[in-house]
């Protein structure tokens, strides 16, 4: 399966640098910007730095403010590949079933030295920022990107543009009103500068029983849309063990009259019934899982957890965290905090753990949810540190992105795959993002990139004996059990209700369609997601964790049960059973789209196709004293369908046979 000239294809608009010479400036001119007319003669414009979203129309009255011009900001100057275009047809080839340089990966220092910008040219490049009175921040073993910080009035004079805050989708972001630019001298290895303050929206993709999505209305907002006051619940609704084991009646759904209540959240033995894994899977491998901060208690908790399960916690050294110093987190508030990405953090490790017990767990926080995630995936990729990466998180949909991010993203993925390191990112929790978006339907990025694995996910069903008795696409509709007119039970709303969140997919709008996909799809474009796993609250598993009490003292509080899902489940599920798979076959898989495309077409059975059901599965459940019957498998505009479909993907990984994964024999 030729992969090279489909993942090269993109749109012309967005893959032009989009760089402009201006005319020659005067001394004054050049002075704005920290450069003398001795210095250069004419600056470079970037002028897809400046998102498509930065109107006048789409001004925010806090733009006016007078404390932003001391505000501080963070950038990204990205530096161009020696090779762009040998770095991309290399990560192809080795990616390519078809190719006599499959798996012929290539060791960080190696693609380092062959494809990463020089370290001349880098070192020019970090004169030039330091200059203009920014202040560095960090930036990678690779030197494909720098990370500054400085107040708005430092930026501005920097780049000669003016940052501005806009209003875009319910969010006050601050981006450029006009095209930044630098001397010409150093333009010649800048891809692309990132001013835009749209990285930090990154959230955890994690859903919860009583909030629905992260980033959508879910259940909160739906109780505020009701008339019915709170009271004592219509239902009574314990949860379940598994699936049936507390059976309800409710009012007629789908011609039933009765429901199972929503679970307690799975075991670590339900999951490995589910994803067909066993106490040993994944020894010999390393996952690394990548997130904003990290909560101190994470492997004191994981291990707690494992006892309370009746499992084999963490072994010495089995867990490691390597997460930079909590005094250089920044930009908590804007991020959720290092509390807010304490669950999924938890979730994250604790489901790799139940997935794949022998696998070795390599946990490294970002020091924010921005260019610190860049830095995080870096240290991974530059020192080798995994050739599986779980990557719960991504920001909500496509129209917020800016040019030079994705580019730089982009870079980073075709590093990975030239190493044979796995990306695997979360499709996102709240479907064809409409609910998000005033009604626009996006994929999420970075899970619309062609150069990652896009997870998707799945609602199951585990019966007594621990077998999966259904199982369908994530999607969850709630309908609210009300008092009638005449003291009957009834919904609220006509079924199956209101949807508070399902799996993310569809159709990108910025990512032109890789060359495995063509067996699923006629579409021009990056169809999402390419595989699922597991993410539906309502049937999710079960976590343990001592919650933060204080972000300065990092005190923690007492232990807490809860009962997580989302893509932020399913990916580091998915994670776990590859690296099952890369321990059964001995195969390192790398950037795993090609592979598993082509197994899809000529081992089907490598997948279990996940279906719709003629009568929708339901489930009970009450949360803040109002009872309600949740439908599953209603997820947005999104089907499931036989075969590749935008809810699952290709479906499932079917353990069971496996044997297509492992490195043809001419190529070893």
Same mark, same amino acid.
């Given at each position: 399966?030729?992969?090279?000239?489909?993942?090269?294809?993109?749109?012309?608009?967005?893959?032009?640098?989009?760089?402009?010479?201006?005319?020659?400036?005067?001394?004054?001119?050049?002075?704005?910007?920290?450069?003398?007319?001795?210095?250069?003669?004419?600056?470079?414009?970037?002028?897809?730095?400046?998102?498509?979203?930065?109107?006048?129309?789409?001004?925010?009255?806090?733009?006016?403010?007078?404390?932003?011009?001391?505000?501080?900001?963070?950038?990204?100057?990205?530096?161009?590949?020696?090779?762009?275009?040998?770095?991309?047809?290399?990560?192809?080839?080795?990616?390519?079933?078809?190719?006599?340089?499959?798996?012929?990966?290539?060791?960080?220092?190696?693609?380092?030295?062959?494809?990463?910008?020089?370290?001349?040219?880098?070192?020019?490049?970090?004169?030039?920022?330091?200059?203009?009175?920014?202040?560095?921040?960090?930036?990678?073993?690779?030197?494909?990107?720098?990370?500054?910080?400085?107040?708005?009035?430092?930026?501005?004079?920097?780049?000669?543009?003016?940052?501005?805050?806009?209003?875009?989708?319910?969010?006050?972001?601050?981006?450029?009103?006009?095209?930044?630019?630098?001397?010409?001298?150093?333009?010649?290895?800048?891809?692309?500068?990132?001013?835009?303050?749209?990285?930090?929206?990154?959230?955890?993709?994690?859903?919860?029983?009583?909030?629905?999505?992260?980033?959508?209305?879910?259940?909160?907002?739906?109780?505020?849309?009701?008339?019915?006051?709170?009271?004592?619940?219509?239902?009574?609704?314990?949860?379940?063990?598994?699936?049936?084991?507390?059976?309800?009646?409710?009012?007629?759904?789908?011609?039933?009259?009765?429901?199972?209540?929503?679970?307690?959240?799975?075991?670590?033995?339900?999951?490995?019934?589910?994803?067909?894994?066993?106490?040993?899977?994944?020894?010999?491998?390393?996952?690394?899982?990548?997130?904003?901060?990290?909560?101190?208690?994470?492997?004191?908790?994981?291990?707690?957890?494992?006892?309370?399960?009746?499992?084999?916690?963490?072994?010495?050294?089995?867990?490691?965290?390597?997460?930079?110093?909590?005094?250089?987190?920044?930009?908590?508030?804007?991020?959720?905090?290092?509390?807010?990405?304490?669950?999924?953090?938890?979730?994250?490790?604790?489901?790799?753990?139940?997935?794949?017990?022998?696998?070795?767990?390599?946990?490294?926080?970002?020091?924010?949810?921005?260019?610190?995630?860049?830095?995080?995936?870096?240290?991974?990729?530059?020192?080798?540190?995994?050739?599986?990466?779980?990557?719960?998180?991504?920001?909500?949909?496509?129209?917020?992105?800016?040019?030079?991010?994705?580019?730089?993203?982009?870079?980073?993925?075709?590093?990975?795959?030239?190493?044979?390191?796995?990306?695997?990112?979360?499709?996102?929790?709240?479907?064809?993002?409409?609910?998000?978006?005033?009604?626009?339907?996006?994929?999420?990025?970075?899970?619309?990139?062609?150069?990652?694995?896009?997870?998707?996910?799945?609602?199951?069903?585990?019966?007594?004996?621990?077998?999966?008795?259904?199982?369908?696409?994530?999607?969850?509709?709630?309908?609210?059990?009300?008092?009638?007119?005449?003291?009957?039970?009834?919904?609220?709303?006509?079924?199956?209700?209101?949807?508070?969140?399902?799996?993310?997919?569809?159709?990108?709008?910025?990512?032109?369609?890789?060359?495995?996909?063509?067996?699923?799809?006629?579409?021009?474009?990056?169809?999402?997601?390419?595989?699922?796993?597991?993410?539906?609250?309502?049937?999710?598993?079960?976590?343990?964790?001592?919650?933060?009490?204080?972000?300065?003292?990092?005190?923690?509080?007492?232990?807490?049960?809860? =009962?997580?899902?989302?893509?932020?489940?399913?990916?580091?599920?998915?994670?776990?059973?590859?690296?099952?798979?890369?321990?059964?076959?001995?195969?390192?898989?790398?950037?795993?789209?090609?592979?598993?495309?082509?197994?899809?077409?000529?081992?089907?059975?490598?997948?279990?196709? =996940?279906?719709?059901?003629?009568?929708?599965?339901?489930?009970?459940?009450?949360?803040?004293?109002?009872?309600?019957?949740?439908?599953?498998?209603?997820?947005?505009?999104?089907?499931?369908?036989?075969?590749?479909?935008?809810?699952?993907?290709?479906?499932?990984?079917?353990?069971?046979?496996?044997?297509?994964?492992?490195?043809?024999?001419?190529?070893?």
């Amino acid at each position: 399966m030729h992969v090279r000239r489909s993942l090269r294809s993109r749109s012309t608009a967005r893959r032009t640098a989009a760089v402009v010479a201006l005319a020659a400036l005067t001394a004054g001119g050049l002075s704005a910007i920290g450069a003398s007319s001795a210095q250069a003669s004419t600056l470079t414009a970037y002028a897809n730095a400046v998102p498509s979203w930065a109107t006048k129309a789409n001004l925010s009255p806090k733009t006016s403010s007078s404390a932003s011009s001391t505000a501080r900001v963070q950038g990204e100057v990205f530096l161009s590949l020696q090779d762009q275009a040998g770095a991309e047809a290399f990560a192809a080839a080795v990616s390519d079933p078809t190719s006599s340089q499959y798996r012929q990966y290539l060791s960080p220092s190696d693609w380092i030295a062959k494809y990463a910008p020089t370290q001349a040219t880098f070192n020019s490049e970090l004169s030039m920022l330091q200059s203009k009175g920014l202040t560095v921040t960090g930036s990678p073993a690779s030197r494909q990107y720098i990370v500054f910080t400085g107040t708005q009035a430092q930026v501005n004079a920097a780049f000669g543009t003016k940052l501005e805050t806009y209003s875009v989708d319910g969010q006050d972001v601050v981006a450029p009103s006009t095209a930044p630019s630098i001397p010409s001298t150093y333009a010649a290895h800048i891809s692309g500068i990132s001013l835009s303050q749209s990285r930090l929206l990154t959230r955890p993709k994690t859903a919860t029983q009583s909030g629905g999505a992260t980033g959508t209305t879910g259940l909160q907002n739906l109780a505020a849309t009701l008339s019915q006051p709170k009271g004592t619940p219509l239902l009574s609704t314990p949860c379940s063990a598994y699936a049936g084991q507390k059976m309800v009646k409710i009012p007629t759904a789908y011609g039933s009259t009765s429901a199972g209540t929503a679970n307690c959240g799975y075991t670590p033995t339900q999951l490995r019934a589910i994803t067909k894994t066993t106490k040993t899977s994944g020894t010999g491998q390393t996952v690394a899982i990548i997130d904003a901060y990290s909560a101190p208690s994470v492997l004191r908790d994981a291990n707690t957890y494992s006892a309370l399960k009746k499992e084999n916690g963490f072994a010495a050294g089995q867990y490691v965290d390597l997460t930079p110093s909590r005094s250089t987190f920044t930009s908590q508030t804007a991020c959720g905090g290092v509390g807010g990405w304490q669950v999924e953090q938890t979730l994250d490790v604790e489901a790799v753990h139940a997935v794949a017990p022998g696998a070795n767990v390599v946990y490294q926080g970002a020091t924010d949810c921005g260019a610190g995630m860049d830095l995080a995936l870096s240290k991974v990729l530059d020192q080798g540190l995994a050739n599986l990466v779980s990557n719960s998180y991504g920001g909500v949909g496509e129209p917020l992105l800016d040019d030079p991010i994705i580019q730089g993203e982009e870079n980073l993925q075709l590093q990975a795959a030239g190493e044979g390191v796995g990306l695997y990112f979360a499709s996102g929790d709240s479907g064809d993002e409409s609910i998000n978006l005033r009604g626009k339907i996006s994929t999420d990025f970075p899970a619309s990139s062609p150069w990652v694995t896009a997870v998707g996910g799945t609602a199951a069903a585990v019966v007594k004996n621990n077998t999966v008795a259904w199982e369908t696409g994530w999607g969850d509709s709630l309908d609210q059990v009300i008092v009638g007119p005449s003291k009957n039970k009834k919904y609220r709303y006509a079924l199956p209700g209101v949807f508070t969140g399902g799996a993310g997919g569809g159709t990108s709008n910025i990512t032109s369609r890789p060359a495995y996909q063509a067996s699923v799809t006629t579409s021009t474009r990056r169809q999402v997601p390419d595989v699922s796993a597991l993410a539906d609250p309502y049937t999710g598993f079960a976590i343990g964790y001592h919650p933060l009490t204080s972000s300065v003292t990092y005190a923690t509080g007492s232990w807490k049960g809860a =009962v997580a899902g989302g893509t932020s489940l399913a990916t580091p599920i998915l994670v776990a059973q590859m690296a099952a798979i890369q321990q059964a076959t001995g195969a390192r898989i790398g950037f795993a789209n090609p592979i598993l495309y082509s197994l899809h077409s000529s081992s089907p059975s490598t997948f279990t196709d =996940v279906l719709g059901r003629a009568k929708p599965a339901l489930a009970a459940y009450t949360a803040s004293d109002r009872s309600y019957v949740v439908t599953f498998g209603a997820d947005s505009s999104l089907k499931v369908g036989t075969g590749y479909d935008n809810q699952t993907g290709l479906g499932d990984l079917n353990l069971t046979n496996v044997s297509g994964f492992a490195t043809p024999p001419s190529n070893n």
